[in-house]
């Protein structure tokens, strides 16, 4: 990724600090004679050796930023810096920057945690792991589709470890119905699905939802606008723009269906083996959405090409959806002899937690391209409710069928100097 040229970071601290790793080697090549080596640098137990110390840092220090950072602590990292486009006033010892490109350059940092709001995800991402360190991201993944595509593309080209925070997959992976019923659907027996998954409610539609016409406001003196807005649209300032009502604004998120369904539908993904695959025909029932402002909608309808489909009830906007009862997919369904196929299957291999695809060098569990996958049905939805009317997806190409201006919402450009 080519990131802007020429964006300084005006509010940079702590361009004086040591790195942890060049400290050490002067020390070793100025020292003459012996040297008094300190416990914790030997390692052995109850000690880690700096040689094995994970360097962290942590990029968007609001509301969800600590806990992110938080979710990697089976690494034990020594969280080395923080960036946030927000000037922080740091009482403790870590370099604080404004410009994540910064953190980046640094050699010491070997895995980044990014709690940003989503439209600078993707970037972020791909420029860490470019950088050679490996990612653990806030949800939702992505803005748009197309930036889903090439974090994955990225995790793959350059080797690194990509995990998404969120973990119902894990759970969902260590009950055996489920379990059973991923076999059922990796298996291909079961043609065509008969089943109709519902989810109701839970997805902050209404609390999430952004104002109209919202008065602009002069820009706080502690905030880079322009860095905030990033790759997304330039709007004039407002102060419901940032912070977590962010999510109320498309050029930022999508609404609480972005906020909320990455927690909600990773499980459904990993359970209904749809990991590598999208839904082919999408449905909304919703009033016509802004063209700036995530609003009200109340259900949306996803079919996959082996006929499952999931409908996404808001429960909070007009009637209840009854389009459909809920039928559950059961290895009944099959004849006697497939059912035994099924069974005799091997079970999924269990899934790694970030800390352990770092160890080992093998994916984490939710990787980018699954991740990506359950960032496809909220982006499919949002675009199904923005558009108003019934979409055909090709879930290989990823491209909307026969659309051309629904399209244009599944690769967005984004603002110059910015691009995937």
Not at 123 to 138: P, T
Not at 246 to 266: F, K, V
Not at 393 to 407: L, T, Y
Request: charged share 25%; proline share 7%; aromatic share 8%.
């Amino acid at each position: 990724m080519k990131s802007a040229v020429g964006l300084s970071d005006r509010r940079v601290r702590g361009d004086h600090a040591y790195p942890r790793r060049r400290f050490l080697g002067a020390v070793g090549g100025a020292v003459v004679g012996f040297l008094i080596v300190p416990r914790h640098v030997l390692g052995g137990e109850g000690y880690t050796p700096p040689s094995e110390t994970v360097g962290g840092a942590l990029i968007g220090c609001g509301g969800r930023g600590e806990g992110t950072f938080q979710e990697m602590r089976d690494l034990k990292p020594v969280r080395l810096a923080s960036c946030d486009v927000r000037w922080l006033d740091r009482a403790d010892n870590r370099t604080t920057y404004t410009d994540f490109r910064r953190v980046l350059e640094r050699k010491d940092v070997d895995v980044v945690a990014i709690a940003t709001p989503p439209h600078w995800h993707a970037l972020i991402a791909i420029a860490a792991m470019e950088a050679g360190k490996d990612v653990l991201c806030e949800k939702p993944m992505t803005r748009f589709i197309a930036e889903g595509r090439a974090v994955a593309a990225a995790e793959k080209r350059y080797g690194r470890i990509f995990q998404i925070g969120t973990f119902g997959r894990f759970g969902a992976s260590r009950n055996p119905s489920h379990v059973l019923t991923r076999k059922l659907m990796r298996s291909g027996l079961l043609k065509p699905c008969p089943g109709v998954v519902i989810h109701r409610g839970g997805l902050k539609v209404k609390e999430w939802s952004g104002l109209v016409n919202a008065k602009p406001q002069p820009v706080p003196r502690q905030l880079d606008w322009d860095l905030y807005v990033g790759p997304s649209p330039m709007k004039p300032y407002h102060p419901h723009r940032v912070g977590g009502t962010h999510r109320g604004y498309w050029d930022y998120e999508g609404g609480g269906l972005a906020d909320m369904g990455q927690h909600a539908l990773d499980p459904f993904t990993w359970i209904y083996g749809k990991d590598d695959t999208a839904p082919v025909e999408i449905e909304a029932h919703a009033p016509p959405a802004h063209h700036e402002v995530c609003g009200m909608w109340g259900w949306v309808e996803l079919k996959y090409a082996d006929g499952l489909t999931l409908v996404l009830d808001s429960g909070e906007w007009g009637e209840s959806y009854e389009r459909k009862k809920p039928r559950g997919v059961s290895i009944e369904d099959l004849p006697t002899e497939a059912r035994a196929q099924v069974r005799a299957l091997p079970d999924p291999e269990p899934l790694r937690s970030f800390a352990e695809a770092v160890r080992t060098r093998k994916p984490a569990g939710g990787n980018a391209e699954a991740a990506h996958r359950t960032a496809c049905l909220m982006h499919l939805a949002n675009l199904a409710i923005r558009v108003g009317r019934k979409i055909r997806f090709d879930p290989v190409r990823e491209v909307v069928i026969g659309d051309e201006a629904a399209h244009r919402w599944v690769d967005q450009p984004m603002r110059a100097p910015w691009h995937l």
